[in-house]
Antibody, heavy 122, light 107 residues
Framework: QLQLQESGPRLVKPSETLSLVCTVSGGSITSSSNFWAWIRQPPGKGPEWIGGIHRGGSIYYNPSLKSRVTISIDTSKNQYSLKLTSVSAADTALYYC??????????????WGQGSLVTVSS | DIQMTQSPSSLSASVGDRVTITCQASQDISTFLNWYQQKPGTAPNLLIYDASNLQGGVPSRFTGSGSGTHFSLTITSLRPEDVATYYCQQYDNLPPTFGQGTKLEIK
């Protein structure tokens, strides 16, 4: 059974960089899926798709966040990561890693991590 | 970005009721539409993909329909464990976008 787990600091100061890692277990990150994604959900709101990465390294970012986001993959550690720079209170959210099930960045998300609540506050 | 509008935003129904949630896309998305169920304190769970295909392990009382710009999710006989917030999501165009959610409660 594939499992995803987010990890990283839960509190980030304004203007600093948010960093999260998603560890994939129960399967290889290169053979369990072609794509991997990050989604966030502000408190009380609907989810927002942040971006996705192909196992080969190609990436798509949501244009609304593109200037501040970096997603990367480390196949040797079975992990992929998210960095979001210059954060503000508006970036406070539950951050999820998830697996697109099909052949594109945007495919239905069938496996999710439990989520990591990141609060931006001084 | 494609805007997804759900209605109603909240809904209260009795056990055994038939419940329908609708989702409208701001442009034609064919059948590139998913439905997710999110119970409190948990991640969203994929219920239906491609507008009408039931994800494995999802009870058959959940059905999806629609194409183009109008979609619906129906629970044929509501059970207490269906209390959750439901989200539609389009994936015809990047970036994928979600509706604002429909919170379902039991009367």
């Amino acid at each position: 059974q594939l499992q995803l787990q987010e990890s990283g600091p839960r509190l980030v100061k304004p203007s600093e960089t948010l960093s999260l890692v998603c560890t994939v277990s129960g399967g290889s990150i290169t053979s369990s899926s072609n794509f991997w994604a990050w989604i966030r959900q502000p408190p009380g709101k609907g989810p927002e798709w942040i971006g996705g990465i192909h196992r080969g390294g190609s990436i798509y970012y949501n244009p609304s966040l593109k200037s501040r986001v970096t997603i990367s993959i480390d196949t040797s550690k079975n992990q992929y990561s998210l960095k979001l720079t210059s954060v503000s209170a508006a970036d406070t959210a539950l951050y999820y890693c998830a697996r697109p099930s099909g052949h594109s960045y945007a495919s239905p998300l069938d496996y999710w991590g439990q989520g990591s609540l990141v609060t931006v506050s001084s | 970005d494609i805007q997804m509008t759900q209605s109603p935003s909240s809904l209260s129904a009795s056990v055994g009721d038939r419940v329908t949630i609708t989702c409208q896309a701001s442009q034609d998305i064919s059948t590139f539409l998913n439905w997710y169920q999110q119970k409190p304190g948990t991640a969203p769970n994929l219920l239906i993909y491609d507008a009408s295909n039931l994800q494995g392990g999802v009870p058959s009382r959940f059905t999806g329909s629609g194409s183009g710009t109008h979609f619906s999710l129906t629970i044929t006989s509501l059970r207490p464990e269906d209390v959750a917030t439901y989200y539609c999501q389009q994936y015809d165009n990047l970036p994928p976008t979600f509706g604002q959610g429909t919170k379902l409660e039991i009367k």
